[in-house]
């Protein structure tokens, strides 16, 4: 048997030309063997005069609410002989049930006028939310006028509501649940809109291709695009109302925050005590509520 010592056959497939990228590799090209040398380094990008002028203008913001605010922390460790005192008298809470019993009965109170403040505010959001927003609003004045409204709605506290409305319907939870429907309704429907502007326009430009009118289209093509959001976002807002009844009760809107303003005039701060430890066993309920119901909806 004899080998056949020649060369590679010119334009055989399986075997690299000298002057291929593989060839060079194999016969040895120092530099290709090494690899390439590396770049200099990227130079950091200085900051912009932009830049430094936002974080001069932070800085001096901060200052001026440092001085505006009197902030001492100085004052706050010179007072603390006043917060012993205050806690000592807290502590233990009074947990007879002459104060235990009216307490749950007022916080289930806190609680109706939380949920009926935000199940009654859902329609007005929802019409205002489709009117401001982009997406869904039948022209440019519609907009800005409901836009408008959401604004006044929501720079307007709850508890200033809660006192326009005491005087007009009297001290109780009433005024508490009317507050809480305005102010929630411009906090839902901005929230609300601005989910409606995130969604994908191709349902929608579809269905207006095809004839449909502005109902059909929210209906059909923008409603269950944000079904999920939407539920998430009034939970969120139903554990705030919660907590913001607790608030409304101080100025005589009813609920356990009237109980709470009540222990702090007569300086039954034991009795204080125990009625914010209601509070925050319905706080953390509603919150392990809002959770495992989202849990549900994002499964």
Do not use: C
Request: charged share 15%; glycine share 12%; no cysteine.
């Amino acid at each position: 048997m004899t080998w056949d010592t020649r060369g590679p056959a010119a334009g055989d497939p399986f075997t690299p030309d000298r002057g291929s990228g593989l060839a060079a590799v194999v016969a040895g090209n120092p530099g290709e063997r090494r690899g390439a040398v590396p770049g200099p380094p990227p130079r950091r990008r200085s900051p912009s005069a932009l830049g430094a002028a936002v974080v001069t203008v932070l800085v001096a913001f901060h200052v001026l609410a440092w001085q505006g605010t009197g902030f001492s922390p100085a004052d706050l460790v010179r007072g603390w002989r006043g917060m012993a005192d205050f806690i000592g008298e807290a502590i233990p809470p009074d947990l007879s049930w002459p104060v235990l019993g009216p307490g749950i009965q007022a916080a289930l109170v806190t609680l109706y006028i939380g949920l009926l403040g935000t199940t009654f505010s859902v329609p007005f959001a929802l019409v205002l939310a489709v009117l401001g927003a982009r997406t869904t609003a039948p022209n440019r004045w519609i907009y800005q006028a409901a836009r408008s409204l959401l604004s006044f709605l929501r720079a307007v506290p709850d508890v200033v509501f809660a006192l326009i409305f005491v005087t007009a319907v009297g001290l109780g939870p009433f005024a508490g649940v009317l507050a809480l429907i305005f102010h929630n309704t411009g906090v839902m429907g901005k929230l609300w809109s601005e989910a409606m502007e995130e969604i994908d326009l191709g349902p929608r430009d579809a269905l207006r291709t095809n004839g449909a009118g502005g109902v059909q289209v929210v209906a059909h093509a923008i409603l269950p695009a944000v079904v999920p959001q939407f539920i998430g976002l009034l939970l969120y807002r139903f554990d705030v109302n919660v907590r913001s009844s607790l608030v409304l009760g101080l100025v005589g809107a009813g609920g356990i925050g009237f109980l709470v303003n009540q222990s702090i005039k007569l300086f039954r701060f034991d009795q204080m005590a125990t009625h914010l430890l209601i509070v925050l066993v319905l706080v953390i309920g509603v919150d392990l509520l809002s959770a495992a119901v989202r849990r549900r909806i994002t499964v």
